[in-house]
């Protein structure tokens, strides 16, 4: 009888352990892949400036794929904003790719301050470029962890100034337990709206030159819209923008809208001014607000 439990778990010991090895060997596979983006063997310093970017005659595709950007050309003055507009697939998400250096020009070059965003140091890039993706992951961790995750040393005080710029102070007070408060798995225990809050808190912690927001094209109520526009006005000011958006109303908070169609800018100007100018602009934002 004594001998019949450790015996019994003797037994799952043994039958855990191919498991164990499996899992370990993806695991391993995993940390020994390497990066096919590094930073340059003599990197320099980005110099002190306001987040000018240009793009010029950028050309890539995907390792598989067809080219996607294809002469591309694009100046954003320091602290200036600019929306992007295309068709689904046109690269817009490619283009803040190659900002942030997820994936390197196949031509031309990306510049930001002056220097080519593959001279500079990874870490120092990505200080400067912060981008909030079209899904917003935010972790089963508490409201704080979350802003500062990829920063874990900022304190307490640049975790809520962040929150206070993303308008996330507010609803993250009245949580139970505030700052706390910890998110469900996945962060479904809070509204799109406020999600999209706490990455906008998370993208301007550390307070970068530039900012790339990456709207989702999903329908969000009025209120929620009206939320995020007053997030999105005050973390813009006096930032590089680049914003990627259907809604009209977004579009408006940027200084210029550029329309891309077959990897090229095809038109920039005003939002009034490319939907007179161009019809197929009209076009892209009516069929991108179904969704
Ligand atoms: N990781 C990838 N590997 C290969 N091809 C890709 C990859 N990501 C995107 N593509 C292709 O590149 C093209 C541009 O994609 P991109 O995501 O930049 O478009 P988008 O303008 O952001 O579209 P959407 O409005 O749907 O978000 C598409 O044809 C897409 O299929
Ligand atoms: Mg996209």
Same mark, same amino acid.
């Given at each position: 009888?004594?001998?019949?439990?450790?015996?019994?778990?003797?037994?799952?010991?043994?039958?855990?352990? !191919?498991? #164990? $090895?499996?899992?370990?060997? +993806?695991?391993?596979?995993? &940390?020994?892949? =390497?990066? @096919?983006?590094?930073?340059?063997?003599?990197?320099?310093?980005?110099?002190?400036?306001?987040?000018?970017?240009?793009?010029?005659?950028?050309?890539?595709?995907?390792?598989?794929?067809?080219?996607?950007?294809?002469?591309?050309?694009?100046?954003?003055?320091?602290?200036?904003?600019?929306?992007?507009?295309?068709?689904?697939?046109?690269?817009?998400?490619?283009?803040?790719?190659?900002?942030?250096?997820?994936?390197?020009?196949?031509?031309?070059k990306?510049?930001?301050?002056?220097v080519d965003?593959r001279s500079?140091?990874?870490?120092?890039?990505?200080?400067?470029?912060?981008?909030?993706?079209?899904?917003?992951?935010?972790?089963?961790?508490?409201?704080?962890?979350?802003?500062?995750?990829?920063? !874990?040393? #900022? $304190?307490?005080?640049?975790? +809520?100034?962040?929150?206070? &710029?993303?308008? =996330?102070? @507010?609803?993250?007070?009245?949580?139970?337990?505030?700052?706390?408060?910890?998110?469900?798995?996945?962060?479904?225990?809070?509204?799109?709206?406020?999600?999209?809050?706490?990455?906008?808190?998370?993208?301007?912690?550390?307070?970068?030159?530039?900012?790339?927001?990456?709207?989702?094209?999903?329908?969000?109520?009025?209120?929620?819209?009206?939320?995020?526009?007053?997030?999105?006005?005050?973390?813009?000011?006096?930032?590089?923008?680049?914003?990627?958006?259907?809604?009209?109303?977004?579009?408006?908070?940027?200084?210029?809208?550029?329309?891309?169609?077959?990897?090229?800018?095809?038109?920039?100007?005003?939002?009034?001014?490319?939907?007179?100018?161009?019809?197929?602009?009209?076009?892209?934002?009516?069929?991108?607000?179904?969704?």
């Amino acid at each position: 009888m004594i001998l019949n439990f450790p015996l019994r778990l003797t037994g799952w010991f043994f039958a855990e352990i !191919p498991r #164990a $090895s499996a899992a370990g060997g +993806r695991v391993l596979e995993l &940390l020994k892949t =390497a990066p @096919e983006i590094t930073d340059p063997k003599q990197p320099v310093d980005i110099p002190p400036g306001p987040g000018d970017i240009r793009f010029s005659d950028v050309h890539f595709e995907y390792p598989d794929g067809s080219p996607v950007l294809d002469g591309f050309d694009l100046h954003v003055p320091g602290g200036r904003s600019v929306a992007v507009v295309g068709a689904t697939g046109s690269g817009k998400t490619t283009v803040a790719y190659l900002l942030a250096r997820f994936y390197d020009v196949t031509g031309g070059k990306v510049l930001l301050d002056g220097v080519d965003v593959r001279s500079v140091r990874l870490d120092d890039l990505r200080n400067e470029v912060a981008v909030v993706f079209e899904e917003t992951f935010l972790f089963s961790a508490s409201i704080r962890d979350n802003i500062a995750f990829g920063n !874990p040393d #900022a $304190s307490d005080e640049q975790v +809520r100034l962040a929150a206070r &710029l993303a308008q =996330a102070h @507010e609803f993250i007070a009245e949580t139970a337990d505030g700052y706390d408060s910890m998110i469900g798995e996945r962060g479904y225990s809070l509204s799109g709206g406020q999600r999209q809050r706490i990455a906008l808190a998370r993208a301007v912690l550390r307070d970068p030159r530039v900012l790339i927001l990456d709207d989702a094209t999903s329908s969000v109520d009025a209120v929620t819209e009206d939320e995020i526009r007053v997030a999105l006005k005050t973390v813009m000011a006096g930032r590089t923008t680049i914003i990627i958006a259907h809604r009209p109303s977004t579009l408006l908070l940027a200084d210029q809208v550029i329309f891309i169609e077959e990897g090229k800018v095809v038109d920039s100007g005003t939002h009034m001014d490319l939907l007179e100018r161009i019809p197929r602009y009209g076009a892209v934002l009516a069929s991108s607000e179904v969704v």
